[in-house]
């Protein structure tokens, strides 16, 4: 992996930069707003962005957004029951698990659900819905059958999103109506042999003719959703282009909308998975493709932007899905706990059972929280949710196989049949996370692209405090702030916004946030740049930061749930309680690891350096060395 790029911006600050930072004054916010829109400091609206500045900006997190008009929510509610409908009288998970494919009978219906264009424009066909709308179909899917989830997913989230998100008219029209209600298959077309998680390195190459008029793509790939049904692809290959400034060539990567009738796709047989068989993954080659100069999508060169913003704007789905998944398992696990007699009593009755329980809800509440977090401030416009999205996926994919694990554990033996339809579900989810970007890349994602954005907000403040006099509101805040904290009344508050009976566990939630600041700077101002290669410290930074966005967007909406009256809001508030306890406890010993345990650290990397070079295990066996 590179992530190179990334490193070069993250900067390197002098010792010392931080005893500027030491007296308070009044403070006119109107001058700070002033003195930051005429500086270069870059500002975010991201909750979790901000939070590696210590900051709280609250408006995308409180009140807990909701976007969906009267008439939204009449449509997607009047879309569930079809739905469900489908997955319980047509659609027969096991047996799509079983023949590692799905009936075109029941792709057929489908189709007519208009399942394949949940997000298209209804004038293209498309049920023309919102991501919050479509996040509401994903939980049914993934509550029933994830291998059709990733048929559907692999075919819009990420398949032909990027038609959505970047196409220009024509495109639109040539190819939205197909995908939505013609029954022709889209796929995304990124990884490859040699390039899996540093998607950039991707070899496929596409060479211009000289008339200008098409490329020529050569390559292949590997592991692709619907890779053996797809006609249309959005393919990602690595072009010359010619830097306009330098007149230096570059290979940039460009995104092509691809189709098999171009000739010279081919794919492989359906790879044998363990999980989510009933969906399509072969390997797709390209032979001398002509692929027509219209087909560029988006700019030529801005390709790998594409792609991650085709991933960025899927990932919240994911959340989704897996609420719904996480749903049924603990339906299935309730359903055998309130029927099973051991020792005399219903096995509900059990502290170790009623524990599972709870835990597997409260990672249910909270994914579910972020999924809809995610979606509506999507829909309400918001751009940077990048790394919101990135932190739902981990949070949901670890929570689901959790929880799956947990309820096949309660259902002991019968949990292991497959009958019980958990195995399935076990396997199904072992992928989630993997894919998508696996967890592991996900979370330095997290922590680099945060401590980015802080490390920028540190150098604007090097500069202010350099000519405090010019930039007094700025210094003066800054300063008042981090008094506030030092003197320990904090400098983040969240009485405006969550509900007094919450009110300590939204202040444990502000003293994560707090330290989670000042560990932010402390690393920045010892590594600098070099931070990039402290894969320790930045793992266990992203899973703070994990634990915050849960504490925060289940703080809000069981605080709406309060406002509201909802009927179930003491179990909400019982949910976030228990949550705020375990994972303020959690990110704090997370912060604390990335100064306090380098002698772990050490061994740790002996550990891994011996193994690694002895090939395996490099112990002396006790019985027969
Ligand atoms: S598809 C394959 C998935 N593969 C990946 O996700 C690859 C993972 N790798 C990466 O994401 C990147 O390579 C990383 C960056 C993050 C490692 N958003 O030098 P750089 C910008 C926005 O740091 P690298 C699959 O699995 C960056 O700021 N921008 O890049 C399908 C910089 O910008 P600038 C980003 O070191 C499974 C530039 O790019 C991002 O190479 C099927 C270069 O950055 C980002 N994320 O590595 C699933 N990252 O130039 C089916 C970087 O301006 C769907 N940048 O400074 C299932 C759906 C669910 C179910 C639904 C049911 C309906």
Redesign the pocket.
Known sequence: ??????SSKILRLPKGSIKYFSAQANVDLKDVKNEIKNSQLKTSPSFMMNIFRGKLVSTEVFPYPDVLATDEKELISSLIGPFEKFFSDVNNATRNDENASIDDAVLDQLWQLGAFGIQAPEKYGGLGLGNTQYGRL?EI?GANDLGV??T???HQ??GFKGILLFGTQEQKEKYLQKLTTEKVYAA?A??EPSSG????SIRTRAVKSDDGKYFVLNGSKIWI?NGGIADVMTVFAQTEQIDSKTGEKKDKVTAFIVERSFGGVTNGPPEKKMGIKASNTAEVYFDNVKVPIENVLGEEGEG??VA??I??N?RF??GA?LAGTMRFCIQKAVEHANNRVQFGKKIKEYGCVQEKISQMNILQYATESMAYTISQNMDKGSKEY?LEAAISKIFASESAWYVCDEAIQILGGMGYMKEAELERVLRDLRIFRI???TND?LRL?VALSGIQYAGSNLKFLQNAFKNPAANFGVVSTEISRRVSTSIGLGAIDFNPYVAPELTDYAKKTANCIELFGKNVERLLVKYGKNIIHEQYILKRLANAAIDIYAMVVTLSRSSRAIELNLPTVQHEVNLTKALCLQASKRCKDNLRNTESELELLNVIGEIAKEVNNKGGVNTTHVITN
């Open positions: 992996m590179s992530l190179s790029r990334l994903c899917l989830g990733i559907l997913g692999a989230s990420i995304f990124l990884t998680s540093d998607a950039g959703s790998f932007k991650m913003a991933l960025n899927g789905g994911m899905t990048h894919f998508e970007g890349i994602f």
